[in-house]
């Protein structure tokens, strides 16, 4: 048993009453329909489990202590305030009190599948969705998810609130879809997912421990998606990409605590376990013929990592990969990424062409990521001037300062360098 | 659970049916009534008389306003209902599906207040 407030202890309790937590907050609603009500019944076990297990070590059924502290709670509630006519909250968890009998003799049912698919049914309002997901298996707080998908944290606590009311009072089933039904409503809960993954990612220094659960937790529920769902190519693709992505978790940082870009990372530190199961996944995925955004992007990290075998990235595959990826989805992001394997396959000047062939869209003014790959490739023409212009935009939006640190250390590169390499370039044609 | 299937269609597209037409479309909602009935699903249903034929009344400071027309004027109306019992919204909703007035129109589904 850790001492009392280790960080690792809380870590572990942490991880310990989140997992259960999904479990139950699943299993509850699972019956009533009802997530906020099963949420309320058991936020404060929930945060008594996180006051006493750093302290006295995670039970041995941690679903048992939560739904045990959770009825406790709910009868002191309940006799606080003896007059009033009828609780709600209280009448469920008596009534659950069968089901926790049962609950001894085994594991409980994980209904988490369920709940995930409730909250992705098309009658739930779309943007709403991955949000709800979040909040109902992984716990989140609404001010946590409101910054994740930029909403402010009021209209997204009212959002939530709605949501779970509809799945509560129009009957939202809990179960699997249909055959036909799987497609739309599986890509819902498998954005949510990504959602997670990409939230936890974004904490390259692994400061955040509770960040750093989020991509764990995102990687074991769609391990959870696929268990029950083994044939979903798209499923099998989206684990496969996150786990080729946490496979290069701790090279994003060099031995001094500097940002490695993919193309600049030791394949030494990479988890070469988690790699070669991301490889099976996708070869699995691919006996499906049915191809799907998640697919590529893991077939992209595929072929990055394909460093550690042949010693070079495979840029042609990369450039027809994000062909397709921009056919499928028209997003500028991918845009960008093919302009930049476009340099390595055609040259600085035809990557710029087709970067600047996207430079209209006005979401990408706000983009750390195009600045950054125009920086480099005008870096690379010899357009010193135009590059630091760049490099200045990029610096300016990017948010973690050890990325920052990089963009200022290239952009003092250009300074270093002696003098451009080629006279000043032709006007880019448009693409 | 109980839901309401409202169904909402344009009636002077109905109106303007050939006789023949008409029995068609009447026949359609005969047999998915009878379906409800079989299956156990029916609680209750009625078809409305047109717009045409509808008082909207409201009472402001004490005095009773009576409007000529429907509550909302709109391209399709509030023709019948379907009054159902289903276990849950994708069953209630796979049968709005079969309504014959979800194809010429659309079927609002709402949950019953339960009290």
Not at chain 1, 83 to 91: D, F, Q, R, V
Not at chain 1, 156 to 172: D, E, N
Not at chain 1, 378 to 405: C, F, H, N, W
Request: glycine share 6%.
């Amino acid at each position: 048993m850790a001492p009392e407030g280790h960080p690792r202890a809380q870590e572990a309790a942490a991880k310990a009453a989140r997992l259960s937590y999904g479990r139950l907050i699943a299993f509850l609603s699972a019956q009533t329909r009802d997530v906020a009500g099963a949420e309320d019944a058991l936020s404060e076990a929930f945060a008594a489990a996180l006051v006493d297990w750093p302290r006295h070590g995670v039970p041995n059924s941690p679903d048992a202590w939560l739904l045990a502290a959770a009825r406790r709670k709910a009868i002191d509630a309940a006799r606080r305030r003896r007059t009033a006519e009828k609780s709600a909250a209280h009448l469920r968890l008596l009534a659950e009190e069968r089901t926790m009998m049962a609950e001894e003799r085994g594991p409980l049912p994980d209904e988490r599948l369920a709940l995930m698919f409730a909250c992705a049914h098309p009658a739930i309002e779309p943007v709403i969705r991955a949000p709800l997901i979040l909040q109902a298996v992984l716990g989140f707080d609404a001010a946590t998810i409101a910054s994740a998908f930029l909403v402010a944290p009021a209209t997204m606590g009212q959002r939530l609130s709605r949501a779970k009311a509809k799945i509560r009072l129009a009957g939202v089933p809990f179960r699997k879809p249909d055959r036909d039904e799987m497609a739309e409503r599986l890509d819902a809960v498998l954005a949510a997912i990504y959602a997670a993954f990409t939230e936890g990612w974004s904490d390259p220094g692994g400061a955040e421990p509770s960040r750093r659960n989020l991509a764990e937790e995102a990687i074991f529920l769609a391990r959870l998606v696929v268990e029950f769902l083994p044939e979903e190519p798209e499923a099998l693709g989206l684990l496969a990409l996150m786990l080729y992505s946490d496979a290069r978790r701790f090279a994003r940082r060099d031995a001094s605590g500097e940002f490695a870009p993919l193309a600049e990372q030791d394949p030494a530190l990479w988890d070469h376990r988690l790699i070669d199961e991301a490889e099976k996944l996708l070869e699995r995925a691919s006996a499906s013929t049915r191809i799907g955004r998640y697919q590529l992007e893991a077939a992209l990290q595929s072929a990055h990592v394909a460093r550690r075998r042949l010693g070079r990235v495979d840029w042609p595959a990369i450039v027809s990969l994000y062909d397709a990826l921009c056919a499928l989805t028209g997003s500028p992001v991918a845009a960008i990424n093919r302009a930049v394997a476009l340099a390595e396959t055609e040259g600085a000047a035809a990557g710029l062409s087709a970067l600047e062939a996207v430079a209209d869209d006005p979401r990408l003014k706000q983009y750390q990521p195009y600045w950054a790959a125009r920086a480099d490739l005008l870096a690379r023409l010899g357009e010193r001037a135009e590059s630091e212009t760049a490099y200045d935009q990029a610096i300016g939006l990017e948010s973690d300062p050890a990325v920052r640190r990089f963009l200022q250390q290239r952009k003092a590169r250009l300074r270093a360098s002696p003098k451009p390499r080629r006279a000043r370039r032709q006007p880019a044609p448009r693409a | 659970m109980q839901y309401l299937l409202m169904v909402y269609a344009n009636e002077s597209g109905f109106a303007n049916l050939s006789k023949e037409q008409a029995d068609q479309a009447l026949g359609a909602y005969r047999a998915y009534t009878e379906a409800l009935k079989k299956s156990g699903a029916m609680v209750a249903s009625d078809r409305l008389q047109p717009t045409s034929t509808a008082t909207t009344v409201r009472v402001t400071n004490g005095k009773t306003q009576i409007l000529n027309g429907p509550y909302a004027e709109a391209k399709e109306q509030l023709g019948g209902y379907f009054l159902i019992e289903a276990p849950d919204l994708d069953a209630a909703i796979a049968w709005a599906a079969r309504c014959p007035g979800s194809s010429h129109g659309a079927v609002e589904v709402r949950p019953i207040w339960q009290m």
